[in-house]
């Protein structure tokens, strides 16, 4: 009698907790397999990272004032005569303070083509150093015969941060 009462006193605890981790194993086993088949349901193929890479913006973070001016105005002559639009030399505009950061801006203004110019406003997102376009102006002139009114006439104001 005392050997079932002692073999009692032990199994009982031991059925009660014994069911009680085996019950949390379920559920901690259940969570895992659904974390894992989250993860791999967010796991992408190697062209669906390229195509989302090929959207992404190029940015480089800004540079001392000097050096940032170079590689701005460096970049923008590249993009405008890849796009074949000829322009008066570059202007830089006086840097501003916009709350707490130093904006840089430059202005170009030349004659090209409308679709010259549509290629350029596709292109200069690759500028890694482009923050804005602050102003695009446009005029053709109206007394061309139509024929002519492709060739536009722009004032293109760009911007960058500086350090």
């Known amino acids: 009698m005392i050997q ?19 019950d949390d194993w379920a559920k901690v086993r259940q969570s895992l397999d659904e974390s894992q088949k989250k993860l791999k349901d967010l796991e992408i193929g190697e ?3 390229a195509g989302l890479l090929a959207i992404v913006p190029v940015c480089e973070p800004p540079q001392e004032e000097q050096v940032q001016k170079t590689l701005f105005r460096d970049k923008l002559n590249e993009q405008l005569k890849k796009a074949g639009i000829n322009t008066e030399p570059l202007q830089f505009l006086p840097i501003r303070k916009v709350k707490d950061r130093k904006v840089l801006k430059i202005q170009c203004k030349g ?3 409308f679709d010259q110019l549509l290629d350029l406003l596709a292109n200069l997102r690759e500028n890694p150093y482009l923050v804005g376009i602050e102003e695009l102006k446009v005029e053709c002139d109206t007394k061309q015969p139509p024929d002519k009114r492709q060739e536009v006439e722009i004032a293109l104001t760009v911007s960058t941060f500086v350090k």
């Open 4 to 22: 079932v009462g002692v073999i009692a006193a032990i199994a009982i605890p031991a059925f009660t907790f014994g069911t009680k981790w085996i």
């Open 47 to 49: 062209t669906a990272q």
């Open 111 to 113: 004659k090209c083509k």
